[in-house]
C-alpha cells in the first residue's frame, strides 16, 4: 500500500519548529505565507496547461505560451511553493511562415504552442508540445537551462501525455472523448506508423490533456473533461493499452471564483471600427473555470500533490498546488471526508504542520520573476515575450532603454516588436516612462494591454484631430477597442518628449484604469477605466504591452521605454489574518454576523448587533493554525459530525476546533476544519445555525461558507457617525 500523502492528527502539545520561517513584508505574489503554510494560486499570473516532474529533490514545471516568444516556459522549484524561471525552450519560432512573425496580415494568435508535456529519461530532458499546422514538436537537452535542440516529429498529436516504459518503449497518449495511444521512435522522428491505437472508447466521459504515469506497476492517465464543466479523471489499467476504469477525482473546486465574462466576437483578429460585446457574467456559474488539467507529482518522503490550472477571469489561468490522498488505490484531489475538493491554504509539501524537519534547509520565498525592468542590462529580463517573433534588426537596448523602431500596422494588434509581460493579480499598477522625440509623423507609441478587445494609451506624432481637422504635433491618446473610440484625444505639450503611462488593474474584478503624467505633473491624472475579459481568441489572458508603430504604411522613427515599474498592491498578507483583534464575522452569503447564543449554537443576527457574543478573538496556534474565542470566554467547538448545530461552544480551550485559516483578501476568509477537511458554514436559505459539513465555496461565495472579518471598534465607529 502507497504511502498515504499525511495523516492529520490534533495533538494538544504541538511543538513548532524554529526553522518555520517568519512572515516578510512581500513586493511580489507568492504563495508562501512565511509560516509553513501555503495559499493558491501559485502564481497570480498566467500559467496554464502546467505538467510537472521531480528528478531528485527538483520540481520542474512546463507550461503553455501560444503564440509569444521566448517559449514553452520552464520553471524550477525545490518546495513546490516558490519558483524560478529558469528556461525557455526556444527563442523564436524557426519556421518560415510569416503568420508567427504577424508579417503580410498573417499571425497565429491563440495558436502557436501549447499543452506540454515535460519528462526526463535517458539522462535528458524532454518536452513534448503541439504547433498548430506543424504538428507535434521535442525539444531536448541534458540540462535544464538549455540549449535544446528542437526535433519536428510532425503527425497530429496534441495535448498529449508522453510515457518512457520499463521496456524502452516512448508512448504518447492524445486525444479528446476518444483516447489513443502511439508509440514513438526513440530518436523522435515522428510516431512510429501502424501503432496508434485507442485505448478509452469514446463514451466514459474522458477528456483530453492527458498526463500518464506509472505507479507500482499500474498505468495512470490524468484527464480534464469540459463537458458540460470541467472535472479532472483518472483512468486505470495495468496495461498501457487497457482496459481502463476510470474515475473523476475533482469536480466543482472553483476556490469561490466564477466564470469571466467572454469576448463576444466573430472571426479572429478583426481590423479597427468593429465594436465588441462582453457575455453576459453569470456568478453562479463553474463553467470550466475551476481546477482542471494539470499533473500530478510526489515528493520524496512520499505525499502526492497535483498542480492544476484554474481560470483566473481576466488573469487568464494560473496554477493551484493540491493536496492528494490514496484511496483504494485511486489518488483523490483532496482529503478523506471531502475528496474532489482541496484547501486553498495548506501546509507546505515535505512538511508536517508547517514544521521542517530537523536540520532540513528553508526554501527562500520568492516570485518566479522580477516585473520591474530599467533597460540598462545587454538581456531582457526574464518576464518579457514577444508577441509573435520579432524583427531583430527593428529593437535594441541602447544606452539604458529600449528601443522601438516603428514599423507599419493597422492597430495594436498588427504591431510587430511589441513586448508583452502578463499582468499579475489581484491588483497591480505598471508605469513606464516614454521618450517620444524619435518619432515621425504616423508613427504611435505606448502602454497598452494585449486581449481581444484590446487597449492602449499612447502618444501619436502628427496626428490629425478628428473634429477640428488640425494636425498636431503630439497628441495623448486613449484608445478602446471594446467601443472603437478614445477615451481621450488631445494634444500635449512635452517640451523635453517626456511622458510617464500608468495602468492599474483590479483583475479579480475585471477592470483597468490608465493615467498618465509629463514633467511638472506633481500626480497621475486619471484618463478612464476600461472592462476586461477573458476570451479564446489568444487563449491568454491580459498582458501589458510595449508597442511602437506606423499608421501611413512604412517604417517610421523610433520610441524609447525606460523605467518600467510593477507595483503589487496586495502581494504582502503578512497582516490578512486579524491575529491580536477583536472582530465580528459576517457571513457574505446573508449579509450577518455570526452570534454565539446563549442556547450554545452558532447563529446569525442582525448586522447592527455589536454585542459581545458577535465579538471573538483568534487564539493562536501556529502556522496559520487558529481557534476562535468569544469575548464572553467561550471557545467554538464542534460536536458529533459537524452537522448544522453541531458548532457549539466550551469553556475549556482544550476542547476548542482546531481550523486552518484560508485567506481570501480583503478581509474574506473560510475556516477549514483539521478534523474533518470540511468548511464551518451556515446556509443562506434553510435557517438552519452554523455547521462543518460545508465542502467549500460556490463560485459566487455565497453558499454560507465566505466570512468577513470586521474589526469591532471600526465597526462601533462606523455606527456612531
Not at 498529436?157 to 526513440?186: M, Q, R, S, W
Not at 476570451?535 to 525606460?562: P, V
Not at 510593477?566 to 472582530?583: L, M
Not at 453541531?646 to 485559516?661: N, P, S
Request: hydrophobic share 30%; net charge negative; aromatic share 12%.
Amino acid at each position: 500500500m502507497r504511502q498515504v500523502f499525511i495523516l492529520l492528527t490534533m495533538v494538544a502539545s504541538l511543538s513548532m519548529s524554529a526553522q518555520t520561517p517568519t512572515s516578510t513584508q512581500l513586493k511580489s505574489w507568492t504563495a508562501d505565507n512565511g509560516n509553513g503554510t501555503f495559499t493558491n494560486p501559485l502564481f497570480y499570473d498566467e500559467f496554464s496547461d502546467p505538467d510537472i516532474i521531480r528528478v531528485g529533490d527538483d520540481y520542474y514545471l512546463a507550461g503553455t505560451t501560444m503564440h509569444t516568444v521566448p517559449g514553452l516556459v520552464i520553471l524550477h522549484s525545490k518546495d513546490l511553493v516558490n519558483w524560478e524561471n529558469v528556461s525557455y525552450c526556444f527563442d523564436r519560432f524557426d519556421f518560415e511562415d510569416d503568420a508567427f512573425s504577424l508579417k503580410n496580415q498573417q499571425e497565429v494568435y491563440g495558436q502557436g504552442i501549447w499543452a506540454p508535456c515535460i519528462r526526463y529519461a535517458n539522462d535528458q530532458f524532454y518536452v513534448f508540445s503541439n504547433v498548430n499546422g506543424k504538428g507535434l514538436q521535442c525539444y531536448t537537452s541534458k540540462k535544464i537551462e538549455g540549449p535544446w535542440k528542437h526535433h519536428n516529429m510532425k503527425g497530429r498529436i496534441y495535448d498529449l501525455g508522453v510515457h518512457f516504459d520499463d521496456d524502452g518503449k516512448i508512448y504518447a497518449i492524445h486525444g479528446y472523448g476518444e483516447v489513443k495511444c502511439t508509440e514513438l521512435n526513440p530518436d523522435m522522428s515522428g510516431p512510429i506508423e501502424g501503432t496508434e491505437r485507442v485505448i478509452i472508447p469514446e463514451g466514459n466521459g474522458v477528456g483530453e490533456g492527458h498526463h500518464m504515469y506509472k505507479i507500482d506497476g499500474m498505468y495512470y492517465l490524468i484527464s480534464t473533461d469540459y463537458k458540460p464543466n470541467g472535472r479532472t479523471l483518472c483512468s486505470r489499467s495495468n496495461s498501457i493499452w487497457g482496459p481502463y476504469e476510470t474515475r473523476v477525482i475533482s469536480a466543482d473546486e472553483t476556490y469561490g471564483y466564477h466564470a469571466a465574462r467572454l469576448t463576444q466576437v466573430q472571426g479572429r483578429i478583426v481590423p479597427n471600427g468593429t465594436t465588441f460585446e462582453l457575455g453576459p457574467l453569470d456568478v453562479n456559474a463553474t463553467a470550466c473555470t475551476n481546477a482542471h488539467q494539470g499533473g500530478i507529482v510526489s515528493t520524496p518522503d512520499g505525499q502526492w500533490w497535483a498542480l492544476m490550472m484554474q481560470d483566473f477571469h481576466s488573469i487568464g489561468r494560473t496554477v493551484c498546488l493540491m493536496p492528494m490522498t490514496w484511496k483504494d488505490g485511486w489518488p483523490m484531489i483532496g482529503f478523506e471526508g471531502n475528496f474532489g475538493r482541496a484547501p486553498r491554504t495548506w501546509f507546505k509539501p515535505d512538511t508536517q504542520m508547517g514544521q521542517y524537519p530537523a536540520g532540513a534547509s528553508v526554501p527562500e520565498m520568492r516570485a518566479p520573476y522580477d516585473r520591474n525592468e530599467n533597460f540598462d542590462g545587454k538581456k531582457l529580463g526574464r518576464v518579457w515575450q514577444w508577441n509573435h517573433n520579432p524583427e531583430d534588426k527593428m529593437w535594441g537596448l541602447k544606452g539604458g532603454k529600449l528601443r522601438l523602431n516603428t514599423m507599419p500596422a493597422e492597430q495594436l494588434m498588427w504591431a510587430r516588436n511589441t513586448l508583452t509581460q502578463r499582468v499579475i493579480g489581484p491588483n497591480s499598477i505598471v508605469t513606464v516612462e516614454l521618450d517620444v522625440r524619435g518619432l515621425k509623423d504616423g508613427d504611435v507609441a505606448g502602454l497598452g494591454n494585449i486581449n481581444v478587445p484590446c487597449m492602449w494609451l499612447g502618444i501619436e506624432k502628427g496626428a490629425i484631430d478628428e473634429t477640428t481637422g488640425q494636425k498636431s504635433n503630439y497628441r495623448l491618446r486613449l484608445y478602446e477597442q471594446r467601443t472603437n473610440t478614445y477615451l481621450t484625444d488631445q494634444p500635449i505639450d512635452l517640451p523635453n518628449g517626456k511622458i510617464w503611462l500608468q495602468c492599474s488593474g483590479e483583475f479579480d474584478k475585471d477592470k483597468i484604469s490608465y493615467l498618465y503624467k509629463t514633467e511638472g505633473m506633481s500626480h497621475f491624472e486619471y484618463l478612464g477605466e476600461m472592462p476586461l475579459s477573458y476570451q479564446l481568441i489568444t487563449f491568454q489572458g491580459s498582458r501589458h504591452a510595449l508597442f511602437a508603430y506606423n499608421t501611413k504604411g512604412k517604417n517610421g522613427g523610433y520610441a524609447e521605454f525606460d523605467n518600467f515599474t510593477c507595483q503589487e498592491t496586495k502581494a504582502d498578507r503578512s497582516n490578512n489574518i486579524p491575529y491580536g483583534k477583536t472582530f465580528r464575522m459576517v457571513n457574505l452569503a446573508t449579509n450577518r454576523p455570526a452570534e454565539a447564543t446563549a442556547h450554545g449554537v452558532l447563529y446569525d443576527t442582525n448586522y447592527n448587533n455589536t454585542s459581545e457574543q458577535t465579538q471573538f478573538r483568534i487564539i493562536d496556534e501556529g502556522h496559520g493554525m487558529v481557534k476562535l474565542q468569544c469575548v464572553d470566554g467561550r471557545y467554538v467547538m464542534v460536536s458529533g459530525e459537524g452537522l448544522a448545530g453541531d458548532v457549539r461552544f466550551t469553556h475549556k480551550a482544550e476542547e476548542a476546533e482546531v481550523f486552518l485559516w484560508q485567506d481570501y483578501l480583503d478581509g474574506d476568509f473560510m475556516l477549514y476544519s483539521l478534523r474533518n477537511h470540511r468548511y464551518i458554514g451556515k446556509s443562506p436559505t434553510t435557517g438552519s445555525p452554523y455547521s462543518m459539513e460545508l465542502p467549500g465555496p460556490d463560485p459566487a461565495r455565497k453558499n454560507g461558507s465566505v466570512l468577513h472579518w470586521e474589526d469591532i471598534n471600526e465597526v462601533k465607529a462606523t455606527f456612531k457617525k
